[in-house]
Nanobody, 120 residues
Framework: QVQLVESGGGSVQAGGSLRLSCAYT?????MGWFRQAPGKEREGVAA???????DYADSVKGRFTISKDNAKNTLYLQMNSLKPEDTAMYYC?????????????????WGQGTQVTVSS
């Protein structure tokens, strides 16, 4: 059973930074961060495969960095220069097929989410 547990969300002013963490069970999967704002569909933010290749949504390129520490079985999302439009519930997810993708439909396992709120 794959278990994912996020932490690190909170409230921050625009321009600030936050780092999200996600403890995971298996290191061979593709891992991703997703977000969902009220009234909007869930969208892919960043993904990293078992080789360390990464992909980012255009809206976060240059501001967010995804990484993972297999020794600690932890996935990270460093978020800098945060904007009010980054406000959402953030989820980490695992894709057993290990295909690098930002499509939520490809991910089978999900954490419970952590709230990020950015005020202007």
């Amino acid at each position: 059973q794959v278990q994912l547990v996020e932490s690190g969300g909170g409230s921050v002013q625009a321009g600030g930074s936050l780092r999200l963490s996600c403890a995971y069970t298996y290191s061979t999967y593709c891992m991703g961060w997703f977000r969902q704002a009220p009234g909007k569909e869930r969208e892919g933010v960043a993904a990293i495969d078992s080789d360390g290749s990464t992909d980012y949504a255009d809206s976060v390129k240059g501001r967010f960095t995804i990484s993972k520490d297999n020794a600690k079985n932890t996935l990270y999302l460093q978020m800098n220069s945060l904007k009010p439009e980054d406000t959402a519930m953030y989820y980490c997810a695992a894709d057993p097929a290990a295909i690098l993708t930002l499509s939520p439909d490809e991910y089978n396992y999900w954490g419970q989410g952590t709230q990020v709120t950015v005020s202007s």
